[in-house]
Antibody, heavy 116, light 114 residues
């Protein structure tokens, strides 16, 4: 059974930092590019970042570029998102998703709340 | 603000058909494959359609996708109460991030079964 399990979401103050993790199982992790997608409360889906299967290429939404860093450890079947200089508008449920130009698998999300 | 435009809502009676449009441009839909996602209330999105019109294993043929030019369409026939959900289109956009590209989702459409 394919599983993507996100963790690391908490309440953090504006300007703070956070690292999200996503543990993958049930599929060949290093066959897949991986993404982070977020959804603010009551809002639509927003793509955040993409990393290639080998970590050699990364892409970011303009809204997070320079503040967020995506990475992966294929030996641990894990995906990460380092989030710095957090803003109130970063408050959202963060999903990790597997796929290249479409998302085959999704996790259940981890909630990040940026508030003082 | 998304670059892919969908109607906010569509509705129909059980057994009927609905279509959801997704309008974009040459930098996204016009030159890339489109996928569609279903998000039931309180759950994570699920892949419904990929590569414009292909269904993953387990997705019933009541769901169909098509693309023409810079627009795409999701069709749902034989509407069921279990189809009540938010639906999103998505594709790559080569014009984002100073030309480096990025993925974009549509604005989302809520399907209501009357």
């Amino acid at each position: 059974e394919v599983q993507l399990v996100e963790s690391g979401g908490v309440v953090v103050q504006p300007g703070g930092s956070l690292r999200l993790s996503c543990a993958a199982s049930g599929f060949t992790f290093d066959d897949y590019a991986m993404h982070w997608v977020r959804q603010a409360p009551g809002k639509g889906l927003e793509w955040v970042s993409l990393i290639s299967w080998d970590g050699g290429s990364t892409y970011y939404a303009d809204s997070v570029k320079g503040r967020f860093t995506i990475s992966r450890d294929n030996s641990k079947n894990s995906l990460y998102l380092q989030m710095n200089s957090l803003r109130a508008e970063d408050t959202a449920l963060y999903y990790c998703a597997a796929g290249s130009v479409y998302f085959d698998y999704w996790g259940q999300g981890t909630l990040v709340t940026v508030s003082s | 603000q998304s670059v892919l435009t969908q109607p906010p809502s569509v509705s129909a009676a059980p057994g009927q058909k609905v279509t959801i449009s997704c309008s974009g441009s040459s930098s996204n839909i016009g030159n890339n494959y489109v996928s569609w996602y279903q998000q039931l209330p309180g759950t994570a999105p699920k892949l419904l359609i990929y590569d414009n019109n292909k269904r993953p294993s387990g997705i019933p043929d009541r769901f169909s996708g098509s693309k023409s030019g810079t627009s795409a369409t999701l069709g749902i026939t034989g509407l069921q109460t279990g189809d009540e959900a938010d639906y999103y289109c998505g594709t790559w956009d080569s014009s984002l991030s100073a030309g480096g590209g990025g993925y974009v989702f549509g604005t989302g459409t809520k399907v209501t079964v009357l």
